[in-house]
C-alpha cells in the first residue's frame, strides 16, 4: 500500500502517518518525488483499511499496489529517481558512462585506461577486483589491493568508481574504496547479499541475471528497497537464449519495459551482453536510441593481453570513437553525455 500524502502536507502530519503506521506493524519508507510525497506502508493490507489512517490529516488517499514489486514501481513514484556521484548521473538529463578493465590488473593498466576514459568522456572508472570467473582456475582479481588502486585513479581523475562486490566480507571492504557497488549478474539472487547493500548508503548497481525474468530482477531491487537503500541502478547486461554467435542475448527490450515499470535509472552493458567487442558500438547506440540511462563498457589498454574479458573490451581510441557517436545521438534523443 502506499499513503499518498497531500501536497500541503508538513512534517508533524507525515511523522504522525508514519508513527501510526509502524504502531499497526507496517513497515515505511518515505518517498519524497517531484510530484508528491508518498509513504510506502508494508505489511498487512486489511489492517491499513480499517485503521482510520484515509482520515488523518495530511492524508490524501491510499492506494495498494498490486505489483508484486513495491518500492521500485513507477506507481510508488511517478517522476524518475536520478543518482549523482561526483560528476556521475544517471536517471536524468546526462547519460552516466561507466568505462574500464574487466579486472583491475596493475596500477599502470587501471591509471592509463582511467586518464583516457575520463578525456573521452566517461564518468565513472570500473574495474574487478573480487571476480567471479566461471572457472575457479581463471584469474581471480587482485582483491583489497586493486580496491585500492581503484580508489587512488578516482582521487587522482575526479571520476566515480564502482566494482561488484561477491558477498559481505567484500563488500565491507570495497565500501571503504568505492563510490558505487556492483552486485554481479551471479549474485542477483543471492538475497543475504541484496539485503546486505540495502543496509549501505552508497548507491548499488544490480545487473540483471543469466536467465532472470525482469520480474525477478525487478524483485531483486526491491530487496535493495525494503532495507532502505534507494539508489538502485538497474543494467541489462544480456540474458541467456539458444543464441551461441554471441555470449549472451541483448534484451533491448528491457530497458523501455523497466522505464515503464520502475522509476529506477536503466543502464546497459553492451560488453557481457555479446562478448564481442565489434557489437559494443552498435549496442550502445541501440541502448541509448532505446531510452537507457547510461552504459557500462568495458575498456582496456591493451585487449589482447587482459587477464579477463579482453575479447569485448574496446581499445581507449575505440571508445573515444564511439562517445563520439554518442553525443550526437544522445542530442537527437533530448540526453546529454558529460
Ligand atoms: C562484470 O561486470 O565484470 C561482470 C562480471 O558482469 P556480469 O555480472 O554482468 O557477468
Ligand atoms: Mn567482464
Redesign the pocket.
Known sequence: MIVVMDLRADEKQITNVTKSLEELGFKTHLIKGVERIVIGAIGDRKQILSSGIEVMPGVEKIVPIMKPFKLVSREVKTDNTIIRVKDFSIGGEELGIIAGP?AVESWEQLMETASLVKAAGATAIRG?TYK?RTSPYSFQGLEDEGLKLLAKAGNETGLATIT?VIDEKSLDVAVEYVDII?I???NMQNFQLLRAVGRIEKPVLL?RGLSATIEEWLMAAEYIMSEGNYNVILCE?GIRTFETYTRNTLDISAVPLIKQLSHLPVMV?PS?ATGEWKLVAPLSRAAVAAGADGL?VEVHPDPVKALC?GPQSLTPDNFAELMKELIQLSELMGRKVN
Open positions: 574487466c574487478g567471479p561488484e556492483q554481479g549478474a551471479r545487473k547486461r552493458d557481457h557500462l574479458d
